[in-house]
């Protein structure tokens, strides 16, 4: 191996280290550390050569911050694996290339834990495939939509009770805003005395009224529990090179029991707009309803002769609270530190902020209309 050691940071080394935990087909023959965009985890990526082939892999530290119950994370990954990768099978598709496939470790586990109790895992790196990271067009997005919703019909059969629940409450908006009020209590940088902050918090107040409806729905038994993604965001789709087609839906640390909204709400947070989460001029933020009836037809096209008439309804609601929670994880955050979303700079989780309310803004004032809209296609179905 022919590694440049002296060019690896401490995590690094650490990562080529660990390396000889997982069983691999040959010799390392190339290694990349802060491979890809994530915000969590710690990404490398290896090539891996024997006689015959060369194969690249991902080697992944998930964040012991965000994912206290790693291990939890990763059976749940192993439990569901099994129904992805037979609806990709029972539809003549190339498995490997469909779905992930993590390399087992020489405990015959799908993770390894390092000493420092850190859960690393690995999987095969999909070939000639590509993610996105901005919308190019309403038919993309709807091919976005219809990747997720194959990802539910997949798997809208398995008991979500069978997976573990692996971040508390984790799309429970109420249990977030009392988050932000701890938060703003605590005070542990003295941020929240900032007129930006203050700003923020009076939006995050003007929408607190629609904040429950979706945990109502899961408490009183309306809205079916079923098993989720919930992190819907485009980049989290592989895309074949060539043809442009979806590929594998990927980043599966957050699957666990939720509501069908979940998904739809993620997507539309994150694929139905004019700029990125992080775009400073706020005037360049907008919601685009083409987008989100494209990214709708998309997914019904796959998941929507399954659901209940009460999930289509709260779809709509879905698109308004998603960004609406979002922005209250956001502002939370940067009055705790920074300590969860990886930034760039000081004022990052603001701007983030600040993008999501603007949207909510936006939704809220177009919720009557996509319900209209969203009912006249589909729940005519029913």
């Not at 603001?350 to 809209?373: D, G």
Request: net charge negative; glycine share 6%.
């Amino acid at each position: 191996m022919s590694i440049k050691q002296s060019e690896l940071s401490q995590r690094g080394l650490e990562a080529l280290s660990l390396l000889r935990e997982f069983v691999l087909p040959g010799e390392i023959s190339d290694f990349v550390e802060g491979f890809g965009n994530g915000h969590i985890n710690d990404t490398y990526c290896l090539t891996v050569t024997d006689a015959a082939q060369s194969k690249r892999y991902i080697l992944q530290r998930i964040n012991p911050y965000v994912f206290p119950q790693a291990e939890a994370v990763m059976e749940n990954i192993a439990l569901i694996l099994p129904a992805l990768k037979a609806e990709a099978a029972k539809a003549g598709e190339d498995v490997e290339r469909h779905t992930l496939t993590p390399i087992c470790c020489r405990d015959g586990k799908n993770y390894y834990v390092a000493p420092d109790k850190a859960v690393w895992r690995m999987y095969l790196f999909i070939r000639d495939s590509i993610s996105y990271e901005v919308i190019e067009s309403p038919a993309q997005f709807r091919q976005a939509g219809a990747a997720f919703g194959k990802f539910q019909k997949a798997l809208h059969k398995f008991p979500a009770e069978q997976l573990h629940e692996t971040i508390a409450r984790f799309h429970d908006t109420p249990a977030r805003y009392e988050q932000l009020a701890l938060a703003c209590q605590e005070d542990v940088k003295q941020r929240a005395g900032e007129e930006k902050v203050g700003e923020l918090l009076r939006q995050a107040d003007r929408y607190r009224y629609v904040a429950a409806y979706l945990m109502q729905g899961w408490q009183n038994g309306s809205l079916p529990v079923r098993v989720t993604h919930n992190d819907t965001k485009l980049n989290n789709i592989l895309f074949d090179k060539q043809t442009k087609e979806p590929l594998c839906v990927v980043d599966l640390d957050t699957v666990m029991p939720g509501l069908i909204a979940f998904d739809f709400g993620d997507a539309i947070r994150a694929g139905a707009v004019t700029a990125e989460e992080d775009e400073k001029d706020l005037s360049k933020m907008h919601f685009v309803p083409e987008l989100y009836f494209a990214f709708l037809d998309g997914f019904m096209e796959q998941c929507g002769e399954f659901l209940t008439a009460k999930e289509v309804e709260s779809l709509a609601y879905g698109a308004l609270i998603l960004p609406l929670e979002t922005g209250v994880r956001f502002l939370t955050d940067y009055l705790n530190g920074d300590v969860y979303f990886k930034t760039a700079y000081p004022e990052h989780n603001l701007i983030r902020a600040a993008n999501q309310f603007r949207l909510v803004s936006e939704i809220a004032e177009q919720l009557v209309r996509l319900q209209e809209e969203t009912a006249r296609r589909y729940q005519y179905k029913k």
